[in-house]
């Protein structure tokens, strides 16, 4: 995911945790929309490692990462429920090239009804659900018990017909923000250059007069709003106007396209990643992956599965927790024995719990440990290099990254935040094949 390059980017081509990163939002001042919706693929992330959208998972090492309403690069990695455009190479239509990010709705918090899980951002009403993702100011998992009335926060999502926002994320942030309004336009008003977001009592007045008026404004259509103003208010004056869609429903696509890999409706959710925190309890264990509290229902799995593992755990998000309903190991290195836990790709065990090893299509009997088929992506920090090798720390794991073959996007770094992808060679070296800093 990158976040430079942008002109050459857009130019070759015609297109990535928090889980526990954070993604900030581009300001500024353009008036003409990236029509981020009609790019080839929209949607809300519902995977990370690279990222999960409308069931696809996009390699996005090397992507452009922009705002979709300006074009401001974004240096920061894909979050779980953020809503994205995407412009896959044409080389490879699994290859993110430019990621539109459609940044939400930003201001400070009022109203906010723990009974009801509702709640106003600069003045417009915005609703949750169980699956909305909740992310602190210290840029960990959160619930909705974590939003009170005077934070500044983004919150990701759909804009409805009724007017009101549907959040899918809900970033709280340290410091205060411009605020930026996101929703469906009504009582628009083109003599005087103004119309209402929101909803019943709830709505705020968008004066618009002096800035590029795009195409296709009208009562119904979806629009961003990018202001100066650092408070609510009643009323808003643009500096920047940006039409996100022609009409609210486009976004109801958002909801019917939010699914995982496998297209099951327990497996909505999913996460690569290496597994830290295990804790055991009972017949069930919790531990992080990519930063997300999850957690396994089988007992004879839990006592098999070791922190520093590589999964790819499918579930559903709730509560800002995953429920893992399917578990894959990508840890090469032999494939250690596990325990004797055997695979059980069809939950004949009823368990609750699908489970099973990277296996060889090619090597009857065999499974991958050493080669470029256990490819995967991590987020680590580099930190003590040496010729060709690193520490790579992940999850709170710590791993010899082998670099000595590694292609470098943009740029070579021997310290930092970065996104690798690569294989593990023994239970402690992974091969980096692609590397990006972050």
């Not at 923000?177 to 909803?199: E, R, Y």
């Amino acid at each position: 995911m990158s976040h430079t390059n942008l002109k050459s980017k857009l130019t070759a081509l015609t297109l990535a945790v928090l889980g526990t990163l954070t993604a900030c939002g581009g300001g500024g001042g353009g008036s003409s929309a990236v029509s981020a919706v009609n790019r080839p693929v929209a949607g809300t992330v519902s995977g990370l490692g690279s990222i999960v959208v409308n069931g696809v998972r996009y390699e996005t090492i090397g992507a452009s990462v922009v705002d979709a309403d300006d074009g401001a690069s974004i240096s920061s990695p894909m979050g779980m429920g953020m809503t994205v455009s995407i412009d896959p190479l044409s080389t490879s239509a699994t290859t993110a090239g430019t990621i539109y990010i459609q940044t939400g709705i930003k201001g400070v918090t009022s109203v906010v009804d723990s009974n009801a899980k509702t709640l106003n951002v600069a003045g417009l009403p915005v609703t949750t659900d169980s699956a909305t993702f909740v992310v602190t100011s210290a840029g960990l998992v959160g619930s909705f018990a974590n939003l009170s009335d005077n934070l500044n926060v983004e919150v990701y999502g759909l804009p409805q017909t009724d007017g009101t926002f549907k959040a899918t994320r809900v970033e709280i942030k340290a410091t205060t923000q411009f605020v930026q309004l996101v929703g469906t336009v009504s009582n628009l008003n083109t003599t005087n250059s103004t119309f209402i977001l929101g909803n019943g009592s709830n709505t705020v007045t968008v004066a618009y007069s002096g800035v590029t008026v795009p195409s296709g404004l009208a009562n119904g259509s979806v629009v961003s709003v990018h202001t100066s103003t650092l408070s609510s208010a009643a009323q808003y004056t643009a500096t920047s106007l940006y039409l996100r869609s022609q009409t609210a429903s486009t976004f109801t696509q958002y909801a019917t396209n939010y699914v995982g890999t496998s297209g099951l409706q327990n497996e909505a959710n999913e996460l690569y990643g290496m597994v830290s925190s295990l804790t055991q309890s009972g017949s069930s264990c919790s531990m992080q992956v990519q930063g997300v509290p999850t957690t396994v229902s089988s007992a004879t799995l839990c006592a098999s599965i070791q922190n520093g593992d590589y999964v790819e755990v499918k579930g559903l998000l709730a509560n800002g927790s995953l429920t893992a309903y399917r578990v894959e190991f990508k840890t090469a290195g032999g494939d250690r024995a596990l325990n004797g836990y055997v695979d059980d790709e069809n939950d004949s065990n009823h368990d609750n719990l699908k489970y099973r090893r990277q296996f060889s299509s090619t090597n009857t009997g065999s499974y991958y440990s050493s080669d470029s088929h256990s490819s995967y992506e991590i987020y680590g920090t580099l930190s003590a290099c040496s010729g060709n090798t690193c520490n790579l720390t992940s999850g709170g794991n710590v791993l010899t990254a082998d670099l000595s073959t590694a292609y470098w996007e943009h740029g070579q770094v021997s310290s930092g935040f970065v996104e690798a992808k690569g294989y593990m060679t023994s239970s402690n070296t992974f091969k980096v094949t692609k590397i990006e800093a972050k």
